[in-house]
């Protein structure tokens, strides 16, 4: 079990705006940056959002992150069919000495 | 361009070892930490062992501390997993990652993967 919690699933039809939530705790995400990464099915993750609101050169404007005490928010909006992927966020925790990854989500387009 | 290529993967059996590559190139290896991060079938990622560009304080789940040892050759712009003890709880694909900077799990580079079946 991760120490970052997600929600399993998301569905959203095309254009509409989706929310990814990643809750933690003070040991990681209330005290450090955090990523976000899609992976499309069959493929290697792909880094979306670092720093908490950073894009890599690349990735669109679409992709967003927040973050509010020990929680993140990715947010995607004008959903797109190619959109539809497992979403993960992650960060270093300091009580485990160890990096974590979310739990994951998986955005459907309806 | 920026590659990188995990080799060494296939099937073991449980108690055995083996032995990971991850072949870097179009960047300077040599100033970059790197990731091991795998994936089981049909689940979610789990992050796997980290090592500094220096090859100093790595660091380790707590599902593999204890049996898998990370190490680098910066003069073959190669990282390694070595694994041992080896569990039927370790079939997964393992990818290795390049980190953007040091921290937060900023990693930008991935490579494709190399799938590690632990049978008897």
């Known amino acids: 079990q991760s120490v970052l919690t997600q929600p399993p699933s998301i569905s959203a039809a095309p254009g509409q705006k989706v929310t990814i939530s990643c809750s933690g705790s003070?040991?990681?995400?209330?005290?450090?940056?955090v990523s976000w990464y899609q992976q499309l099915p069959g493929t290697a993750p792909k880094l979306l959002i670092y720093?908490?609101?950073k894009r890599p050169s690349g990735i669109p404007d679409r992709f967003s992150g927040s973050k509010s005490g020990t929680s993140v928010t990715l947010a995607i909006t004008g959903l797109q069919t190619g959109d539809e992927a497992d979403y993960y966020c992650?960060?270093?925790?300091?009580?485990?000495?160890?990096?974590?990854f979310g739990t994951g989500t998986k955005v459907t387009v309806l | 361009q920026v590659q990188l290529v995990e080799s060494g993967g296939g099937v073991v059996q449980p108690g055995r070892s083996l032995r990971l590559s991850c072949a870097a190139s179009?960047?300077?290896?040599?100033?970059?930490?790197m990731h091991w991060v795998r994936q089981a079938p049909g689940r979610g990622l789990e992050w796997v062992a980290v090592?500094?560009?220096?090859?100093?304080?790595?660091y380790y789940a707590d599902s593999v501390k204890g049996r898998f040892t990370v190490s680098r050759d910066n003069s073959k712009n190669t990282l390694y997993l070595q694994m041992n003890g080896l569990r039927l709880e370790d079939t997964a694909v393992y990818y290795c990652?390049?980190?953007?900077?040091?921290?937060?799990?900023?990693?930008?580079?991935w490579g494709q993967g190399t799938m590690v079946t632990v049978s008897s």
């Open positions: 990652a390049k980190e953007l900077m040091r921290g937060a799990l900023r990693l930008d580079i």
């Open positions: 179009g960047f300077s290896f040599s100033n970059y930490g």
């Open positions: 090592i500094p560009s220096d090859g100093s304080s790595n």
């Open positions: 003070s040991s990681n995400i209330g005290n450090n940056y």
């Open positions: 720093d908490n609101t």
């Open positions: 992650g960060t270093w925790d300091s009580s485990l000495s160890a990096d974590v």
